[in-house]
């Protein structure tokens, strides 16, 4: 049986069609208006109506809620432990540790939440686990491991040595690792259509298919053009993910790559077979990595970051679509798990990740302290949007509280190149890091061009890995 490759994905079928959101169809006002129907947009209402339940808040999403890669993504809910690096290099240690220790706070808080709404999102926090699969790669992890632990929280990453990792899943291709405890996993979908549910239960309105086509900031107050009608309100924020690339003040400080995933068939005598029954995320140590994770009923989903670069902000196509992209993964998937050979795979897709400079979320306020946004969440964006969503709903009620101060928010963004040159750059970049990889895998080194292209982004203050 061949597999079914759709746009959407596995998840959001899985989930089933919810009852549609109207669209906008006449004029409105509100206090504030979220444009963007993702889990940062939804987790900003949340927290806007919990901090001033009176307010009137409207969220309008051009497609239907969790539709985009909130729907489609791997469903890990990480911490950012791994960026604590990146984040020293940027907000000093101890901001660093601040930015951790919420979002580990936010992976609980999410399980948390869904107990507390009864929401069935699949949560499981059997943490994450990032592998070496190269010598090259091997202690990838050494220096989140010494960052948490020079912190005070050596068990935030706990190195394991091949054994030690076996003991959680058994590949041929793993060679050592790192547990990250701070991890859980959802079925991305259900999580998406339950929190845009409780959200309208609340008394939030929500309009679906109601793309935004202008946003106008005055001194005092902010008017929304979208199909349908306006919306004017004290204080926009945009949550727009990849489409952040279509909006001027935002499309130099991020570029747009692809990610793809495959799900299989149930197999709970192949996870039987590798003790893989812990629930456990997992990851490999590449810059294009491959990442995968179980579900209730015993299927393996695996994805890869090898997809292409998308030109100019033009999300749509073989973002979503790529069979020569998919074919590949299929291939990778039983290279990591032979015991899989023969079985099926029952379903393909894709989408864009919206990648920013430093592998770390963008937040802030455009000109004028009415226009708020995030991007750049670099495919971590479901644990970290529930704090982000917070951060947001805090800039939007004008409150300078423990949520918008966090060292993330406006902090300076690192611009990108123009288009073309971004496009056409990216692509060069992507090929040699292909390449590269592919070397290393082989167990052979890359030639001396390779890696000088493959270190460019790197030579320019842009990161290229996590």
């Keep these: 049986m061949a597999a079914r490759h759709t746009p959407h994905g596995y998840w959001l079928e899985e989930a089933g069609e919810p009852d549609p959101m ?23 209402a949340w927290w806007l109506a919990e901090a001033e339940p009176d307010a009137t808040i409207v969220v309008l999403e051009a497609d239907a809620c969790g539709h985009g890669p909130s729907g489609r993504n791997g469903g890990f809910v990480n911490s950012m432990w791994f960026n604590v690096p990146a984040m020293t290099a940027r907000f000093g240690a101890g901001g660093a540790i601040e930015v951790a220790r919420e979002a580990s706070e ?3 808080g999410i399980g948390r939440w869904c107990e507390a709404n009864d929401v069935d999102p699949w949560y499981r ?25 020079e912190h005070g929280q050596p068990e935030a990453c706990v190195p394991l040595d091949a054994d030690e990792l076996r003991q959680h899943c058994d590949s041929p291709l793993f060679r050592g690792g790192a547990f990250y405890p701070d991890g859980a996993t959802v079925q991305p979908a259900r999580l998406a259509i339950g929190l845009r549910d409780r959200l309208v239960q609340r008394g939030v309105t929500v309009h ?16 929304v053009e979208a ?35 495959v799900i299989t068939e149930p197999v709970p005598d192949v996870l039987e077979e590798i003790g893989w029954t812990g629930g456990e995320s997992i990851s490999d140590s590449r810059a294009m990595l491959h990442y995968f994770r179980t579900t ?17 902000g033009r999300a749509r196509g073989r973002a979503e679509l790529d069979p020569e992209i998919v074919a590949e993964i299929e291939r990778h998937l ?54 982000v969503g917070r951060a947001l709903a805090s800039l939007a009620l004008d409150r300078r509280d423990r949520w918008s101060r966090l060292p993330l928010v406006e ?29 290393e895998e082989e167990g052979r080194e890359a030639d001396p061009l390779t890696l000088a292209v493959a270190g460019l982004p790197e030579r320019l203050g842009i990161h290229i890995g996590r």
Excluded: M
Aim: no cysteine.
């Design 125 to 149: 926090a059997g943490g994450y686990l990032q592998v070496s699969t190269t010598p090259l790669h091997d202690g990838a992890w050494d220096a989140y491991a010494r960052a948490a632990d």
């Design 22 to 44: 109207p669209p906008l169809d006449a004029d409105a006002g509100a206090d504030v208006v979220v444009i963007g129907g993702g889990f940062t947009g939804l987790w900003t």
């Design 296 to 312: 209730p009923d015993g299927r393996i989903a695996f994805g890869w970051g090898g997809g292409e670069v998308v030109p100019g």
């Design 334 to 387: 039983v290279r990591f798990f032979p015991q899989l050979e023969g079985r099926a795979i029952e379903h393909a897709w894709g989408g864009p990740i919206d990648v920013s400079p430093t592998h770390l979320p963008v937040v802030g306020s455009l000109p004028g302290d009415r226009v708020h946004y995030t991007f750049g969440y670099t495919g971590n964006g479901v644990g970290p949007s529930h704090f």
């Design 411 to 439: 902090a300076r963004p690192v611009r990108v190149p123009a288009e073309p040159l971004r496009y056409f750059g990216g692509a060069i970049v992507r090929r040699a890091l292909l390449r590269k990889e592919r070397l």
């Design 227 to 261: 199909e349908g009608g306006s919306v004017i309100a004290a204080n926009a924020v945009l949550t727009l993910g990849a489409a952040s690339a279509t909006v001027p003040p935002l499309s130099r400080h991020l570029t747009l790559t692809s990610s793809h995933i």
């Design 106 to 108: 936010a992976v609980g």
């Design 208 to 223: 679906e298919h109601s793309r935004v086509h202008a946003v106008h900031s005055s001194g005092t107050h902010v008017r």
